[in-house]
């Protein structure tokens, strides 16, 4: 019994690996009970759940068992509400078992301490690496086209390659993905390459253990001399960290010397790093820094569509056009809304059509939020310093026209989360470097600025009244 579930619970993990987030939410209501003799026996906590999984999740199963194991297994099916050990429980912390491991372990600290590192420790396991997060199924558009024409060329995919690569942007906007998609495609082209994926949090912690245990030599060659490609996301968290800042400026300028690849990623420009060295932020502005925008609306639309074909949603081309039109803010939560909704749909055996998806947003979308629009914040801005709304849109460049356009771009940039190429097409056609100087500069002057403060806090309220 316990051989044959472990069995399942393998073959379960590599299905779970096609769509995480789904697989989750579906197994929480399905139990294994029995593999024996070709049957293999599951509960399901009501009919809805059964179809489901049955349909898209039971057939990669049964053909990952007959595979891997030579095993013919039929499904037999039981209904029961309450459910003692729910699949999602077992399988989401078993390690699926593949060929061969993707890339480089960035964890320190396997085995005892003062050994060598294995060379199986010294490979990274297959989930610190995420297997759908590749080149081929990302999303280009005008928010995202340097950072990702950026990444292919440090991967080795052609044009111009910069080292160091920075990506900054805000949370949910494909930083991660690309990172990702870098080791995928290093390792594909290069299966001996040495790669290190670790977050700033993870360095610091393996830093902190080789200290403890007298490893600095150990840390120092891994990091240093058995590396070809460091990738290291949300740098932003070294902040403070004085003694970890001067390690990683070392192991930084290790590898840049060697002309070793390195790509790391922020949620602010290296300039705006708060409690960072200088002599890092220098260095992580000498290459190329590659900034990343909300996604404009045919970006997102597009992004929909493609999730939607991925986890195998039926989808009309005008509901992915209007959840594009009320999620804004990012592509985690764009891609996010799209599961729950189609988990939903299929709990309440209703399509994922206009009428209902205009229905479960508007429970969590407030009416003000879908309703500002970039000419209300126009119209906001120009009320308050009695300006025209075409004074915006001008050529205009006196100083109290300037500043309060640079205000408006501001707050359609934090409010209405649009992207840098769409905030310019608004305001007159202008490039959008000028929108991102704009904006930079009453972040700046807002924390500076005492009268700035005010005018901005003096439009929010009016925003917010109407």
């Known amino acids: 019994m316990a051989q044959t579930r472990r069995l399942f619970e393998e073959a379960a993990a590599r299905t779970r690996l096609r769509s995480p987030a789904t697989f989750d939410q579906w197994f929480g209501g399905i139990q294994f009970d029995d593999l024996t003799d070709g049957v293999l026996t ?15 999740f039971i057939p990669h199963i049964v053909e990952d068992l007959r595979k891997n194991h030579d095993m013919n297994v039929q499904i037999n099916w039981i209904l029961d509400a309450q ?30 301490p003062g050994a060598a590192a294995s060379p199986v420790s010294s490979r990274m396991a297959p989930e610190d690496i995420n297997p759908r997060h590749t080149f081929s199924n990302f999303v280009v558009g ?19 390659r910069y080292n160091p690569l920075f990506l900054c ?41 080789a200290l403890q245990h007298q490893r600095m030599d150990d840390f120092r060659a891994r990091y240093r001399e058995q590396c070809d490609l460091l990738l290291v996301d949300d740098i932003q968290f070294l902040a403070g960290r004085v003694q970890t800042q001067e390690e990683f400026f070392h192991t930084f300028n290790a590898l840049h010397n060697a002309d070793r690849q390195i790509v790391v990623t922020s949620d602010k420009y290296p ?6 060295e200088e002599r890092l932020v220098s260095r992580f502005a000498s290459g190329l820094v ?4 909300s996604p404009e609306l045919e970006t997102r639309v597009a992004i929909v569509r493609n999730k939607a074909a991925h986890e195998g949603i039926d989808l009309e081309d005008e509901v992915a056009v209007y959840l594009a039109q009320m999620v804004r803010s990012n592509v985690r939560e764009l891609e996010g809304t799209l599961i729950r909704l189609a988990a939903k749909s299929s709990l309440t055996g209703r399509g994922v059509d206009l009428d209902f998806v205009r229905a479960e947003l508007s429970a969590v979308i407030s009416t003000r939020t879908q309703m500002l629009s970039v000419e209300d914040i126009q119209r906001a801005v120009c009320q308050h310093f009695h300006l025209r709304t075409s004074d915006l849109t001008s050529k205009d460049r006196h100083k109290t026209v300037a500043f309060a356009r640079h205000v408006a771009m501001y707050l359609c940039k934090q409010r209405l989360k649009c992207s840098f190429p769409e905030l310019g097409r608004a305001f007159g056609g202008r490039d959008h470097t000028t929108v991102m100087s704009a904006v930079r500069k009453i972040e700046n002057k807002r924390a500076d600025d005492p009268n700035v403060r005010a005018h901005l806090e003096a439009i929010e309220r009016k925003l917010a009244a109407e």
């Open 290 to 293: 590659a900034d990343i925008q």
């Open 142 to 160: 005008p928010s995202n086209q340097l950072a990702h024409a950026a990444t292919v060329a440090a991967a080795g995919g052609g044009g111009r």
């Open 169 to 209: 942007g805000g949370t949910g906007l494909g930083k991660t993905h690309l990172v990702n998609a870098t080791a995928h495609r290093v390792y594909e082209e290069r299966p001996s390459a040495r790669i290190r994926y670790v977050s700033a949090e993870r360095f610091t912690n393996e830093f902190i253990t």
């Open 42 to 56: 599951l509960r399901a906590q009501n009919e809805f759940v059964l179809d489901w999984v049955r349909d898209n």
């Open 271 to 276: 300039q705006a790093l708060e409690r960072m």
């Open 83 to 112: 459910l003692a050990d729910p699949v999602v429980q077992n399988v989401a912390a078993t390690q699926p078992v593949r060929p061969k491991p993707l890339v480089a372990a960035g964890e320190y600290g396997h085995g005892k």
